[in-house]
């Protein structure tokens, strides 16, 4: 089954303006088309989803959505980007007071059930990615996981709607570029974690325990896979190491995630603590190791000193984090022993 990122479209994909009643009023906002080839080159798929009433409203003729669609796909087309579908709820919503309407308005489900079935997607894996509280809630429904943009109404409805609607997204992004970012640096990391060979069977209760366990590291790890694209995102590539490893630690503390700089590695050779000076960059809350880069690319000797540290500390989660990168979902690697 593929995986998808559904993106809304007016306020996430291109400029809030309200009502698009008027070709001229669509704008895609920068760095939108570069997101969305980044989704293309990952091989998830790009949809949009989005409600569009206005028609039905009677503020403008319905033939209008479709030429707005052709004009962003020729505007994604032109800087290499492509939409695998464009699903459109043109319903408008039940007169106030009345329940019932259509089954595909936003945050109902059906334009994501109709894209599941004809795109073959795995609804609970995919990411919905939207600048209202509806998207975020359109994501709970189907069991998909949601990332709030702060562009278009985003900033507003997470400040001023979000704490009485108790909706929280997974992470909250400064725009769809971001937004992308973390989840492709999420994605790789949960398809890593399915790549891992099967261990030999536990009992149900050992099993148990240890897929608590993981799902804690997982928690974890994502957050400081947010983290640090927040880190990234204000420092850009090209600095030394220890620039982002002061940066990290400072986002760590800020959030209250316990951690420890420079962490000493023993090697225990014959029962005896050989003082060799291996030190992990950073471990996190006692579980995680990071070993932080700043280089051209990352190489298989980069991989191979997580482990050595792994092996020797006894943690079961390394992530190398190269920060010398435009984007930082190329620079994350996650080492699991
Ligand atoms: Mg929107």
């Avoid at 570029?177 to 989840?183: H, R, S």
């Avoid at 792994?310 to 620079?331: A, D, Q």
Wanted: charge should be positive; include cysteine; glycine fraction near 8%.
């Amino acid at each position: 089954m593929n995986l998808a990122i559904f993106l809304d479209r007016d306020g996430t994909i291109n400029e809030e303006m309200g009502y698009i009643n008027h070709i001229d009023r669509f704008m895609l906002m920068p760095g939108a088309a570069a997101a969305i080839r980044s989704i293309n080159e990952s091989g998830l798929k790009a949809v949009v989803v989005t409600n569009q009433s206005g028609a039905a409203r009677g503020y403008f003729p319905e033939e209008l959505i479709d030429q707005v669609h052709r004009k962003m796909s020729r505007l994604l087309e032109e800087e290499g980007a492509f939409l695998d579908g464009i699903y459109t709820c043109t319903h408008a919503p039940p007169s106030k007071g009345k329940s019932g309407g259509c089954g595909c308005r936003q945050p109902k489900i059906g334009l994501m059930k109709q894209a599941g079935q004809e795109l073959n997607l795995d609804l609970q894996e995919s990411y919905v990615v939207g600048d209202r509280l509806k998207d975020v809630e359109m994501a709970r429904n189907a069991g998909a996981k949601a990332v709030l943009v702060l562009t278009g109404y985003g900033r507003g409805e997470l400040g001023f709607l979000g704490p009485a609607r108790k909706v929280e997204p997974d992470f909250v992004a400064e725009d769809v570029a971001e937004a992308v970012d973390w989840i492709l640096a999420h994605a790789s990391s949960e398809t890593a974690r399915a790549k891992v060979p099967k261990k030999p069977q536990r009992s149900r209760r050992a099993q148990r325990k240890a897929n608590v366990e993981l799902a804690e590291i997982d928690r974890l790890s994502n957050k400081i896979i947010g983290l640090a694209i927040e880190t990234h995102r204000q420092l850009g590539p090209g600095l030394l190491e220890s620039a982002y490893q002061q940066s990290l630690a400072y986002e760590f503390s800020k959030n209250n995630i316990p951690f420890e700089l420079e962490k000493k590695i023993p090697v225990i050779y014959k029962s005896v603590n050989i003082d060799c000076a291996y030190r992990a960059d950073m471990v996190v809350d006692n579980k995680i190791l990071l070993e932080l880069k700043s280089v051209d690319r990352l190489l298989p000797i980069h991989e191979a000193q997580v482990l050595t540290y792994l092996k020797l500390s006894g943690l079961k989660l390394g992530l190398l984090i190269n920060f010398n990168v435009t984007l930082l979902k190329r620079g994350i690697r996650r080492i699991i022993l």
